[in-house]
C-alpha cells in the first residue's frame, strides 16, 4: 500500500509519469481519483496540485488571489518541492521574499528540492542578503561545519563566522561497538552534567538511523538518565517489543489488567471483542480485575461462556501460568523468554499480521533477538546478583512512557534523528555512529553521488545543532543483520579541520570525592542566596 501511495504521490505531482512508472497501476490510479471526486474529497498532494491547476485555467481567479495577498514570505525555502514553486510563482508578482539555505537541504526524499534557490534567481529580480553571522555555535563548531559542507560542489558559496569565540574543541572517540559506544555518551552526559551544571534537557543526542537507538536507551536506563526520543520511535515502544514485555508482566503479575488486554489474544486464540466484552461484564460484577474474571467464565455454572470460548481461555490460562512456574525458577531467562516465543508461535503471527511485507517481519524479529540478547547480557553481567524475571522488569519500567506527561520533558535528553534535530539546538550534542554505511547511508553510497551531497548536508545539520560542545563517536565494529562487521569511520570526519579536532578516551565517571566537593560548593552558593 505504501508503494502504491508513493506511486500515485509522484505520477500526481509531477514528480513521474506513466511512461517511466509500473503502468499495472493506472487503472487502479484512475479509480481512486474517482473515488474522491464522488465524495467531495482531496488528498494532501490535492492541496497544491488543485490551485495550481485552478490558476492556470481560470486566470481571473488567479488575478483575484494576487489581488489579495499583495506580500508574500517563504520560509525554510530549500524544503520546498517543484509544486510547492509553481504555486509561489503564479501568486508572487514581484513583492516577495523567501529566506533558505542550500546547505541545510534534507529532504529530497519527499519532494524537495533546493535547485529553487537557483530558479528563484532566474525567474525574479533579486536582492541577495546574505545571513552569515550566526548566533548559536562557537567559532570551532563554526569552522567545522564550515570544513565540511565545502566539499559540496553544488551550492551557493558562503561562510558562517560567530562572535561567540573559539569554544572547545570537537571530540571524536572511537568505541569498540555499540555498547561501548552507549556508555560513552551515558557516563559523558553524567560527567558534563555534573562539572559545568548542565540539566539533562540541554544535551542533544543525534542518530542516523532508529536501529541505533535501543542500545543507547538501555545505558540511559543503566545510568537513570531520563530521556525523551522523537523522530522515531523508541525501541522500547515498538509493537513487538511491548508484546513481550507486556506478556512478562503477566507471567509476573496476573492482575495487569491493562497488559492482560494487549496479549490475550495476542497471536490470535479466539478472544476477541464479545469475549472481553463477558470479560468487562464479568469483572465489573466480581469486582475484581479481568484474571479472576476468565477464571469465573471458565468454572461458573452459569457461565456466559461458550465452550469454544472456555477452551481458548482455559489454554491461555496454561500457558501464562506454566511459563510463570519456569520463569520465575533457576536461571537462564533469556532462553526461557526464547522458548515461550516459539511455544506461542510469535513469529507466525507476525508472518500473519504483516503477509506483504517480508521485510517489516524481519526487521521485528530482529528486534525481538536484539531485546533477547540485551536481555542475556543483562544476566550475565558478572555484577548482577539477582538476575530474575522481577529485577528484569523493574529495570525496563523507566522505559514505558505510557503515563508520563508530555510537560515533563524539560529534564530529559533529547534522543531523536537528525533529521528530527533540524531548527533546534543544544548546548551540548552528542553525534552516534559516525560510520560509512550510516552517514553517509549506505543506499546514497550505492546509488549516486549527488545522495552523498544530501548526506554530508545532513552531517551539516547535525553538527550545526551544537552551541558549546560536540562529541562524536564511531564504532570499529557494529552488529548488522546476525553478524558483526568491521565498520569503517565516515569520510566527513576527514573533512574537519585536524585544528579543531581532539581524539579521546570517554568521560571518565566523577568520583565520590569531586561529586562531594562539587555538591558542597553549591550548598555555599544557595546559602549565599
Not at 3 to 18: A, D, H, M, P
Not at 108 to 130: C, H, L, M, P
Amino acid at each position: 500500500i505504501y508503494k502504491i501511495s508513493q506511486l500515485f504521490s509522484n505520477i500526481k505531482t509531477g514528480r513521474k509519469n506513466w511512461d517511466n512508472a509500473n503502468d499495472m497501476y493506472r487503472q487502479l490510479y484512475e479509480s481512486y481519483q474517482e473515488g474522491l471526486k464522488l465524495y467531495n474529497a482531496v488528498d494532501f498532494d490535492d492541496l497544491i496540485v488543485l490551485p495550481i491547476k485552478l490558476f492556470r485555467e481560470h486566470p481571473d481567479v488567479l488575478e483575484r488571489y494576487r489581488e489579495r495577498y499583495k506580500y508574500l514570505m517563504v520560509d525554510e525555502f530549500q524544503d520546498t518541492s517543484h509544486q510547492q514553486y509553481e504555486l509561489m510563482h503564479l501568486l508572487a508578482d514581484k513583492n516577495i521574499a523567501v529566506v533558505g539555505d542550500d546547505d541545510q537541504s534534507i529532504y529530497s526524499w519527499r519532494g524537495a528540492d533546493y535547485q529553487n534557490i537557483i530558479n528563484f534567481e532566474k525567474d525574479f529580480d533579486v536582492t541577495e542578503i546574505r545571513l552569515e553571522q550566526n548566533y548559536r555555535s562557537t567559532e570551532t563548531i563554526l569552522e567545522a561545519a564550515n570544513g565540511v559542507i565545502s566539499h559540496n560542489t553544488n551550492r551557493k558559496d558562503k561562510k558562517l563566522w560567530s562572535g561567540n569565540g573559539g569554544g572547545k574543541p570537537i571530540e571524536i572517540f572511537m568505541p569498540q561497538n555499540e555498547t561501548e559506544e552507549a556508555s560513552f555518551i551515558a557516563e559523558s552526559i553524567l560527567g558534563i552534567a555534573m562539572e559545568d551544571h548542565r540539566k539533562y534537557d540541554e544535551f542533544g543526542v543525534l542518530i542516523r538511523a532508529n536501529t541505533q537507538s535501543r542500545f543507547i536507551e538501555e545505558a540511559f536506563l543503566e545510568s537513570n538518565i531520563p530521556y525523551t526520543m522523537s523522530g522515531g520511535t523508541s525501541f522500547f515502544e515498538r509493537m513487538e517489543i511491548k508484546d513481550v514485555i507486556s506478556y512478562l508482566r503477566v507471567i509476573s503479575n496476573h492482575d495487569d489488567d491493562i497488559n492482560l488486554l494487549r496479549i490475550i489474544n495476542t497471536p490470535r486464540r479466539g478472544i476477541g471483542r464479545a469475549a472481553i466484552k463477558l470479560l468487562n461484564e464479568e469483572a465489573e460484577k466480581l469486582g475484581s480485575t479481568l484474571w479472576p474474571a476468565i477464571q469465573s467464565l471458565i468454572k461458573s455454572e452459569d457461565s456466559p461462556a461458550s465452550d469454544a470460548l472456555k477452551e481458548d481461555l482455559e489454554n491461555f490460562v496454561n500457558v501464562i501460568e506454566s511459563n510463570r512456574q519456569k520463569m520465575l525458577s533457576g536461571h537462564g531467562l533469556a532462553k526461557k523468554v526464547r522458548d515461550f516465543l516459539e511455544e506461542i508461535d510469535y513469529k507466525s503471527h507476525l508472518v500473519t499480521e504483516f503477509s506483504k511485507s517480508e521485510k517489516a517481519v524481519r526487521f521485528k524479529l530482529l528486534n525481538i533477538e536484539s531485546l533477547l540478547n540485551s536481555m542475556e547480557n543483562w544476566e550475565n553481567d558478572p555484577d548482577n546478583y539477582n538476575a530474575n524475571l522481577f529485577t528484569y522488569l523493574n529495570r525496563i519500567t523507566l522505559l514505558s512512557r505510557d503515563d508520563m506527561d508530555d510537560e515533563n520533558d524539560k529534564g530529559k535528553v533529547n534522543l531523536m534523528t537528525i533529521h528530527a534535530s533540524k531548527g533546534l539546538e543544544f548546548p551540548v550534542v552528542f553525534i552516534a555512529g559516525a560510520e560509512e554505511g550510516l552517514i553517509p547511508h549506505q543506499r546514497s553510497v550505492d546509488e549516486n553521488s549527488g545522495d552523498v551531497e544530501e548526506e554530508r548536508r545532513l552531517f551539516y545539520v547535525a553538527i550545526t545543532r551544537a552551541r558549546d560542545k560536540l562529541l562524536i563517536s564511531a564504532c570499529q565494529k557494529r552488529r548488522k543483520m546476525q553478524a558483526i562487521v568491521d565498520c569503517v569511520p565516515s569520510r566527513f570526519l576527514d573533512e574537519i579541520p585536524e585544528n579543531l579536532v581532539e581524539y579521546h578516551n570517554p568521560q571518565e565517571p566523577v568520583s565520590d570525592e569531586k561529586a562531594r566537593d562539587i555538591l558542597s560548593n553549591m550548598l555555599k552558593n544557595l546559602q549565599k542566596l
